[in-house]
């Protein structure tokens, strides 16, 4: 399965942006599909996740802020961000969990800062 991440970028405080992460060699339909995020000298963390039939599940620091959202017709998962803040900046991974198999992105950064 591969993993390519798009939309990172630099955004003021309070902006808005919208990830999109494409997915190819596998059944998407299947997979949990889920972000995560990295910030310098700090461990990976979980931001959202979607599950084959729907359901999601957000970090505590995210909830009401994003929306994890996919497309099977498209192979594609979005993370959709409002109301960023600057510790919100961070590389951005997507990740897809099929069984006991995790395939990662290469990563999007994303940087809120004025």
């Known amino acids: 399965v591969q993993l390519v991440e798009s939309g990172g970028g630099l955004v003021q405080p309070g902006g808005s942006l919208r990830l999109s992460c494409a997915a190819s060699g596998g059944i998407f339909s299947i997979y949990t599909m889920g972000w995560y995020r990295q910030a310098p000298g700090k461990q990976r963390e979980m931001v959202a996740a979607?599950?084959?039939?729907?359901?999601?599940n957000y970090a505590d620091s995210v909830k009401g802020r994003f929306g994890i959202s996919r497309d099977n017709t498209k192979n594609t998962v979005y993370l959709q961000m409002n109301s960023l803040k600057p510790e919100d900046t961070a590389v951005y991974y997507c990740?897809?969990?099929?069984?006991?198999?995790?395939?990662w992105g290469q990563g999007t950064q994303v940087t809120v800062s004025s």
């Open positions: 979607i599950a084959s039939g729907g359901s999601t």
């Open positions: 990740n897809a969990l099929g069984g006991s198999n995790h395939y």
